[in-house]
């Protein structure tokens, strides 16, 4: 994979992040990303390739770093503006029932991807 020039996944269901380890294609000069399903942030380490082309949009990503912000409107300038939020997943609600013994009962819905109980 260090020889690897060209990573064309455009258009495809991908999901998740784009995984930091990528910046490990050291030969990598050309990705494309677009027109899938990643979410989250960026990696800065993307910075440390030497990419002729980049191409992001149409996913649901982000970038906060204002160096990396610099460097991918000047490899894509079109990606934030085609970025829209991360979709809710579907979450597994777990339905519960408490009355304590005391006949004042309540239904409560947990949502475990919250972690709030």
């Avoid at 064309?8 to 990528?22: K, V």
């Amino acid at each position: 994979m260090n020889s690897l020039q060209i990573l064309y996944l455009d258009s495809n269901p991908l999901s998740g992040s784009i995984p930091e380890s990528i910046s490990k294609l050291s030969s990598l000069q050309h990705l494309f990303l677009s027109g899938n399903q990643l979410c989250g942030e960026i990696p800065i380490s993307l910075m440390n390739l030497q990419l002729s082309n980049l191409l992001l949009d149409y996913n649901h990503l982000t970038a906060s770093d204002p160096n990396l912000i610099n460097w991918l409107n000047q490899k894509n300038p079109t990606w934030a503006s085609t970025q829209t939020p991360c979709p809710q997943s579907q979450a597994c609600l777990v339905y519960a029932l408490d009355d304590e013994g005391l006949n004042n009962t309540q239904f409560f819905t947990i949502n475990p991807d919250e972690r709030k109980f």
